[in-house]
């Protein structure tokens, strides 16, 4: 089976992270769950849960699984009180978006846990290595959610040299095994895939969702450019990002007006705030990354992690097929 060092770093079996759709798109733990006993690493997202709900979280899904996992926080926005309950808690494996780690990476350290932290430059993989993290996801503009601006294929080798030894994840633009080859041989360790995951029979999200991920193609996910107008902005430390969705009505309509979505944004956030409090949220903004155009059906997560490392292997194998035979005539003299 395919395994890389930082299966050894993160408790895994397989170079697969699953990554979380938190906010009031909340995934649910069972998704998480299923990945962890498939042998990859399942992640819950803790983004506008209270404190309450992430140690019952954390606790049905020690119920549901024996195996690694994640706890998710990022700085869109950040709640002390809410990383407290994290650390409460000691998950294997604690990951964080949308922000520079800080001086986070102690009280991780000091509960045990392996910090996993998702980048979206160079400078800012370059500033967590030298806080301290363990693992980095180097995350392209393909990515469903909020991302970056550098596509993976771009992003991941710079961030590989730039922090070598650490382990690199790519993360963005990857749902099959032919993405996790070409992950490895960009000098990755393994992949973050959300999208992929989101299309699977354990996700929480609403089946509409789901359908339309598979039928989308890879234009059909695109940057919210209005999202300033309609969602809140990242707190002290966070990094200025923008989610990429599938198209909707409301996505359209604000995209082809920014300066009509300035004049209306208090009446957009309310449409939005309402969505979110309904659990209808995915009706406006549908995050999901380029990768739709890969999904073609709706499985199981456990399915999906086999599939996933089989396919990989199988293309590994085909690469090292091409590759010229090692004898004296292709030699250098």
Excluded at 281 to 288: F, G, K, N, R, S
Aim: charged fraction near 20%.
């Amino acid at each position: 089976m395919l395994r890389t060092r930082v299966c050894g770093v993160l408790g895994i079996e397989v170079p697969i992270v699953q990554g979380p759709l938190g906010g009031p798109w909340q995934q649910g733990v069972r998704l998480a769950a299923a990945v962890s006993d498939a042998g990859a690493l399942g992640s819950v997202p803790t983004t506008l849960r209270t404190p309450a709900q992430v140690r019952d979280d954390a606790r049905r899904l020690r119920d549901l699984t024996d195996r690694p996992f994640a706890l998710n926080m990022t700085r869109r926005p950040f709640d002390p009180e809410v990383f407290d309950a994290v650390i409460a808690e000691a998950p294997p494996v604690f990951s964080f978006a949308l922000g520079e780690p800080g001086d986070l990476v102690t009280r991780v350290h000091d509960a045990g846990a392996v910090f996993l932290q998702q980048v979206t430059t160079v400078e800012q993989a370059v500033r967590a290595a030298e806080a301290g993290v363990d693992v980095i996801s180097a995350q392209g503009t393909e990515s469903g959610g909020f991302c970056g601006d550098v596509s993976t294929m771009a992003l991941v080798p710079q961030v590989v040299d730039a922090v070598r030894p650490l382990p690199v994840l790519a993360s963005g633009g990857v749902a099959d095994g032919r993405g996790i080859a070409a992950a490895l041989a960009l000098g990755a360790q393994g992949v973050n895939i959300g999208t992929r995951f989101l299309a699977s029979a354990e996700c929480g999200v609403s089946d509409d969702w789901k359908a339309a991920v598979v039928s989308a193609a890879s234009q059909d996910a695109v940057k919210v450019a209005f999202v300033e107008h309609i969602l809140p902005p990242p707190t002290e430390g966070g990094y200025t990002t923008v989610p990429r969705s599938l198209r909707t009505r409301f996505v359209e309509e604000g995209n082809a007006g920014p300066a009509a979505a300035a004049d209306r944004a208090e009446a957009l956030r309310g449409e939005m705030m309402t969505s979110m409090r309904d659990g209808t949220a995915h009706e406006l903004i549908p995050l999901t990354g380029q990768t739709a155009g890969l999904v073609r059906d709706i499985a199981p997560a456990a399915e999906l992690v086999h599939r996933l490392i089989t396919e990989a292997e199988a293309t590994l194998r085909a690469l090292a097929g091409l590759a010229p035979a090692r004898n004296g005539a292709d030699q250098p003299g």
